[in-house]
């Protein structure tokens, strides 16, 4: 595959696809519209977990094991602010993972955008891929919960692991975001829009809740191809097939592929699963589970390999 | 001595006499007032050394061989931002001391005044006695130098290694500064002032350029007293002896006791250095070489007696 592509990513199921991707083309090629709805500040400093992801996985230092963080990392600052402090740190940072924290904030407080201070950490990490927040504001994702009422993505997803029941997912400060020139122009320049297999309704869905992100896409004249989340009825990772439940969603690509609808013209499907049965949508289905470094470079090749085959 | 005691300090040398002190009296009658003109922002953190130096060492936290930051500590954070982001950082901060910095500069921001964020600090860190910066406002101190012209403290002390030949020593942002009410009370409610052995010029200096300080001092009728930080023509650690004869002063006991005239009703001389010459000034001579915890509470329940000899 010759030309550009943009990929709408998470967090860990996403970034493995990213760097299968990262792995088979010229950097100059790739762009990564990150998910900053899971975004925070906590100690003053602005932790923005899906960028940090994609951003170590691309750059090598990413814990393999966990899929996030940074490889051999410590937590002697956290482990103070605790025992010498006695504040609980219910979300961990590691020391290394803290350069990161504090080098964004002081750039962000210096008064640059996220966009901008992303560039200069990934080009500072050698990280040859464009690397770009889904948008310049704010825009935390919040969820209803069953037990607890409104959540921040935090609360839910680290400090309760996800247990709640959601009932419903807002983005209540999206009317004060934008789509920014620089996604805008990572669609228009885009001869492929991939959206990888995060999880929809939490790392694709506050993407796709930025304000003109769906009429761009709409717009697009290229392929738009989604990979499924779920194979065989499950998620490999992560609360997507309870959150399906919660919603009273079946769990399964085809509505993965309904929650799509009207945005993409192609679907990359597991071979484990059944076939779609949606009219008018192009349709492969591939190994989608990606354990190691291979599968995650066999599915990127074979992704684009189906979908060179619909234009050539 | 059962009175209350303020003691002007500034780093190592100081938070020496502080500790020899805390071992001796009881918490409440010690009240510790802080130069912070040493403080600066890094990495979007305020780090107040002086202040730390004085509350890890109260805390029993202190790096006992270097005097200042945590014991045990490390640097994964900063190592990670020189590593990964190619930033060298000039100051050293470890990764159980930003737990520190990231506390203090949250509750900052949040809009408590540095007095507050510090007794909220030494609370948690279980510390008995007052710790006071010596105002709210900014005051840093700036330096002239021969070879550099204006620079920062940290620039001249840490990043130049106090190599620079010092002309005059500024604090620019004075007029700004006032004297806290804390501060104001534990002058009032003092039976003693005692100026610790630090740095007249770069640590006490500061203190006392707080508009009111000096004026409050001089008002007191209570003994306000001097330890030397010269023995034998040399400072134990540190360039106040290079100080000094930067600014054309003998490097003596005597020149500091001359620079705190007007002041001080009293002098701690060491008992290597030669006697006094300066009319008027209650003076004795011992031993002031901290080496030892034991140093420590010698030197201070010599001086707290013999003050006592004074007015009983």
């Known amino acids: 595959m010759s030309g550009n592509i943009a990929v709408l990513v998470g967090g860990v199921g996403g970034a493995k696809l990213a760097s299968g991707l990262a792995e088979l083309l010229p950097p100059r090629q790739l762009t990564f519209i990150v998910n900053t709805g899971d975004d925070f500040w906590r100690l003053g ?34 482990d103070s602010l605790e025992q010498l402090y006695g504040l609980e740190p219910w979300f961990r940072l590691g020391d290394k993972d803290l350069a990161t924290h504090l080098l964004r904030t002081q750039l962000l407080r210096q008064g640059r955008t996220l966009t901008e201070v992303t560039a200069c950490l990934r080009r500072r990490l050698g990280i040859g891929a464009t690397l770009l ?94 990979v499924t989340p779920i194979i065989a009825g499950a998620a490999v990772k992560g609360p997507t097939a309870k959150i399906m439940r919660e919603l009273g969603l079946p769990v399964s690509a085809a509505a993965v592929a309904q929650y799509y609808d009207g945005l993409i013209n192609g679907f990359i499907d597991d071979c484990r699963n059944e076939a779609l049965p949606i009219a008018g949508l192009r349709c492969a289905r591939l190994n989608t589970l990606m354990r190691s470094p291979e599968d995650k470079i066999a599915l990127a090749r074979a992704g684009l390999e189906w979908i060179e085959s619909w234009t050539t």
Chains 1, 2 share one sequence.
Request: charged share 20%; proline share 9%.
């Open 45 to 78: 400093l602005k932790i923005c977990p899906d960028l940090d992801t994609v951003m170590y996985t691309l750059a090598g230092l990413v814990d393999a094991e966990a899929g996030w963080g940074v490889a051999g990392d410590t937590t002697a600052a956290l």
């Open 133 to 226: 927040p889904m948008c310049d504001a704010d825009m935390p994702t919040r969820l209803d919960s069953l037990e607890h009422g409104e959540l921040g993505f935090q609360e839910y997803f680290v400090k309760r692991r996800w247990q709640p029941t959601v009932r419903a997912i807002r983005h209540p400060n999206s009317a004060g975001a934008r789509l920014t020139p620089a996604v805008n122009g990572a669609l228009d320049e885009a001869d492929l829009v991939l959206i990888a297999p995060s999880n929809p309704w939490l790392s694709i869905g506050p993407i796709l809740a930025v304000p003109g992100m769906r009429r761009a896409l709409m717009n697009l004249s290229v392929p738009v191809v989604a």
